[in-house]
């Protein structure tokens, strides 16, 4: 649960330069080896902006109608800004295609928030 | 356990005959050419005879990653292509950012070379190990956005945002199809190999794309010290204030240093500075008036890339850049001091495919032939007065569909200047176009620019070595000794593939070799390493001696050697820099690598064929 005092990355995207150290830092952590597709923090790069996204619950439904969505004064598809691991989703995964990533912060230390160069990833409360 | 950091696959495709395979790269490769540029050479000099016709279907166009590339090095996220230029005949290794060669380590591969010429216009489309050949006549005459997102799309295999946001994209524009000179290769929303033309050669194979995009892994030999490292770089960086301006600015603080200085390129190089440019001496009047962000490559800290808009709704979207060398070629050397004409034609140049600097250096040549009564306005059909933004964005369009007096353009500025008779008014050497900075600066010590540009083996460039900013003597010898080290020196860089503008210069020389060490397992000294360098830099000669380039293409223009700029600067003295260069690389007077030299550096087998 999310409450008061718990961890939290807090992530201001105009600081974002789509670099993807985190999604390094990540998989790096994880799996021991430098594999994107396996890190539970991806980069969308957009043309105005770019998004790291954290990998949060699955969900075994989407309720996404694939529609765009006003985010921070910029047009994006829902799809990008939802944290969820889901079927439809290419990012979140496993390997199988099948089983789902979630982020654990690292048992404390996120890797990401370390790595990142730019301030786009903060930490907030729990250390 | 094999080695960590390469992947240990080459990818091979035969255009002609849809042929598709893997190789596996030898360990000689991998540890004595490492990687990009020089394991790139090294398969091309194997490979193939350098006379081929580079626009025909012998020559191969060979994309190349080092070990460093996808693993997160700060600004490592570089690859190169090595092919025989159209535009000098000679040796081509431009370098590249982006996105595309971190994917292509991801789908597996090293290296993907391409061979021969598709029958049909293509794309290639690699996911994985799952390579196909695809029609791409519905691409062809398209721009580099509408391409790329379509090529995008159909690499996607799911119907969400995140699958069309994941492949990597290469791709020509017109100008490659229509074989222009110096079109170049985009890459992931305007970065480019830009330089040598090699995008005359993706269109001389039919292949208008290359999409990729993987799910493997790179190995780190040393994880936990690589963790560390990285941390301990950015955090260096950023206490030293590198990351900050280097952010900030990109590559726009240089326009000052260079004013100052008399090295920035002003009127197809008469002059070493341009009134025009006063207002951008402070670098935030460009950020301030057309940057939308600043974007980083893979894996790098220093975000140098610098998205913009001149919101014009006759130009709609952004464009990367213009940085400082396409400030300089389509500004101060074509005497356009209006940022948002300058903005223009590097979008132009962006979305037809085609290499800003020598794009610029042409049409700068073609200004000052025309405002010499050498070119008439009839044919050019436009004044072409040094100053005509409007001439030069019509200019552009028509030199990447080879229009009117664009198909002329097209032949690069070289040709263009000796078909009015004066080949000495174009400013390059073996005919690709200066950069931006003016060999003739105010200060001793800078002339050795020109006598980088002179020995460059792919013709006039700022990234084979580096500039030298600082020397208090008229004795040019340390300067010279200086050039060669470093070109051996950019060589190592060039192989990780590490990036240039970061890793240029002393600062930070020592980290080639722990970076390698930390992510390869391999220790490499500091001398084996200066030794692969040197040995790079040979093949390249080799390979120009081999392709019928002499020493006599070491020249630099006749204005370099013999008017200094009016309001200050130097003139080259080229011959005594050049024959000091010669006997410090073991070099004979006609620039020919001697015996003893290629048997030092193992290239003996050259010896006859260079006779």
């Known amino acids: 649960m999310e409450g008061k005092g718990a961890m939290k990355i807090n992530i201001d995207h105009t600081k974002c330069s789509g670099c993807k150290l985190c999604e390094v830092a990540c998989s790096l952590n994880h799996t021991g080896a430098v594999n994107v597709q396996r890190s539970r923090i991806r980069v969308f790069i957009g043309e105005e902006f770019c998004l790291p996204v954290i990998a949060r619950n699955y969900k075994a439904v989407c309720d996404s109608k694939g529609d765009m969505v006003m985010y921070n004064g910029h047009e994006v598809d829902e799809c990008v800004v939802c944290r969820a691991s889901c079927p439809v989703k290419s990012v979140f995964k496993e390997l199988d295609g099948k089983t789902p990533l979630k982020c654990d912060f690292c048992r404390g230390d996120p890797q990401c928030v370390r790595w990142c160069p730019t301030g786009a990833l903060t930490l907030v409360g729990g250390r | ?611």
């Open chain 2, 1 to 611: 356990m094999g080695l960590c950091g390469w992947k240990g696959k080459i990818l091979r495709v035969d255009l002609t005959r849809g042929k598709i395979g893997e190789e596996d790269l030898s360990d000689d490769l991998m540890l004595n050419y490492i990687g990009g540029r020089i394991a790139g050479n090294k398969i091309l000099l194997d490979e193939m005879d350098p006379m081929v016709d580079p626009l025909g279907p012998d020559n191969k166009l060979i994309f190349a990653t080092g070990p460093l590339t996808g693993t997160g090095v700060p600004a490592g996220g570089r690859f190169i292509a090595v092919s025989k230029s159209p535009l000098t005949g000679g040796i081509a290794n431009p370098c590249c950012g982006g996105y595309f060669g971190a994917n292509l380590k991801y789908a597996g591969y090293d290296f993907l070379i391409i061979e021969g010429k598709s029958p049909e216009p293509a794309y290639l489309s690699i996911v994985n190990d799952q390579v196909t050949i695809k029609p791409a006549e519905h691409l062809w005459g398209k721009w580099a956005t509408e391409t790329e997102n379509a090529i995008r799309a159909e690499l996607s295999d799911s119907k969400d945002a995140w699958g069309r946001n994941t492949p990597s994209v290469l791709l020509i524009g017109p100008a490659g199809e229509n074989l222009v000179s110096f079109a170049s290769i985009m890459s992931d929303g305007g970065r480019a190999l830009g330089r040598s033309g090699l995008g005359a050669v993706m269109g001389s194979k039919n292949l208008k794309a290359i999409g990729v995009k993987g799910t493997g892994e790179v190995r780190i030999a040393d994880v936990k010290g690589f963790q560390k490292a990285i941390i301990d770089f950015i955090g260096e960086a950023r206490e030293t204030g590198q990351l900050e301006n280097r952010s900030k600015w990109g590559t726009w603080d240089l326009i000052g240093r260079a004013q100052k200085t008399g090295t920035l390129c002003s009127l197809n190089f008469k002059e070493g500075d341009f009134d025009g440019f006063k207002p951008y001496e402070d670098p935030a009047t460009i950020r301030d008036k057309i940057r939308v962000r600043d974007e980083a490559c893979f894996g790098c800290p220093f975000r140098c890339g610098k998205r913009s808009t001149i919101f014009d709704p006759a130009y709609p979207g952004t464009a990367k850049g213009p940085e400082h060398e396409t400030l300089g070629l389509f500004g101060s050397n074509c005497g356009v001091a209006d940022l948002d004409e300058i903005w223009k034609a590097n979008y132009l140049c962006n979305e037809l495919g085609m290499d800003t600097i020598t794009g610029g250096a042409t049409i700068s040549c073609a200004m000052e032939l025309y405002e010499l009564g050498y070119l008439t306005g009839k044919t050019i059909g436009y004044p072409l007065n040094f100053g005509n933004g409007t001439a030069i964005l019509e200019l552009l369009k028509k030199t990447a569909f080879r229009k009117d007096f664009g198909d002329q353009l097209a032949d690069g500025g070289y040709a263009v200047a000796e078909r009015a008779g004066h080949p000495e008014l174009f400013m390059g050497v073996k005919k690709q176009g200066f950069p931006a900075w003016h060999p003739q600066g105010r200060f001793p010590g800078l002339e050795v620019i020109g006598l980088q540009y002179a020995t460059s083996p792919v013709g006039a460039s700022h990234t084979k070595s580096v500039m030298t900013f600082h020397s208090q003597s008229d004795d040019l010898t340390p300067l010279v000794a200086w050039t060669k080290h470093y070109q051996d020196y950019v060589s190592i860089v060039d192989a990780g593939v590490l990036c240039w503008i970061i890793y240029h210069g002393p600062m930070w020389e020592d980290k080639a070799s722990s970076w390698l060490e930390l992510v390869t397992g391999v220790s490499y000294s500091q001398d084996k390493l200066m030794m692969i360098g040197e040995k790079n830099w040979n093949m390249e000669r080799l390979f120009n001696l081999a392709a019928g380039l002499s020493s006599e293409d070491d020249g630099l223009p006749q204005r370099m050697l013999t008017e200094a700029p009016p309001r200050g600067g130097r003139v080259v003295d080229l011959p005594p820099l050049l024959e000091e260069y010669h006997r410090i690389r073991g070099w004979d007077n006609k620039g020919v690598p001697k015996p003893e030299k290629l048997e030092e550096l193992g290239l003996s087998e050259w010896k006859v064929k260079v006779q």
